[in-house]
């Protein structure tokens, strides 16, 4: 089975200031994908940055940039110049194939929420 | 439109009634998703239909009965429900369910089962 685990339950930053989520996983694939998802009090899911894990390269999305550590089984989020409308749950996810079939299937992390202050 | 609208955004319910929650996607995706999130929790998978197939179910309680009429819609059928299924339902959508693609997410259904 495999896990995914967010050790910090809550984080603050300041505004414009940067911040560092963390998240580890645990597999046995050596074929699988890496997401990052935030959930604003809005409710909907949003995809911040994606980690295919045969690449070594971080992604970077604008202001979002992962650091995938694959040996160390770690995806961290970092956010520069953090912004109000930053403030929501962030959840680390892990897709692998599902179990019988031929989907993938999303597992969460416990989830950090992050707020931003003025 | 890069949307995953679902309805109704709220829905009380009792435990003998009957109801239905509607998700809608206009994007072609072929692979759609329900998901259950309980409070201060990370969602749960419950159910997969690819190409209007069911393709993955979580050992989901028959009280809940999916459906996928066409490819554009989702529904999920609700029958005599415990106050503990009281959660935020998400339905996502993908392009496929291959590896790798993004899931697009609806506003949820917030559930409260009286």
């Known amino acids: 089975a495999q896990t995914v685990t967010q050790s910090q339950p809550e984080m603050s930053v300041q505004e414009a200031e940067t911040v560092t989520l963390s998240c580890t996983y645990d597999t046995s694939e050596n074929n699988y994908y890496l997401f990052w998802y935030k959930q604003p009090p809005s409710r909907q899911m949003i995809l911040v940055i994606r980690q295919e894990a045969y690449k070594q390269q971080n992604a970077t999305e604008n202001r979002f940039s992962v650091n995938f550590q694959k040996a160390a089984k770690s995806f961290s989020l970092k956010i520069s110049d953090s912004q109000l409308g930053d403030t929501a749950m962030y959840f680390c996810a892990f897709m692998k194939r599902a179990s019988g079939g031929s989907n993938y299937k999303l597992t969460f992390g416990k989830g950090t929420l992050l707020t931003v202050n003025p | 439109d890069t949307e995953v609208t679902q309805t109704p955004k709220h829905l009380v319910m009792g435990m003998t009634n009957k109801k239905s929650l509607k998700c809608e996607q206009h994007?072609?995706?072929?692979?759609m998703y329900w998901y259950k999130q309980k409070a201060k929790k990370p969602p749960e998978l419950m159910f997969v239909?690819?190409?209007?197939?069911?393709?993955i179910n979580e050992s989901v309680p028959s009280r809940f009965s999916p459906e996928c009429p066409n490819s554009s819609l989702l529904n999920l059928h609700l029958h005599a429900l415990q106050p503990e299924d009281s959660a935020l339902y998400l339905c996502a959508s993908s392009v496929t369910g291959a590896m790798g693609t993004e899931a697009f997410f609806g506003q949820g259904t917030r559930l409260t089962v009286v």
């Open positions: 994007m072609g995706h072929r692979a």
């Open positions: 239909y690819s190409y209007e197939k069911l393709s």
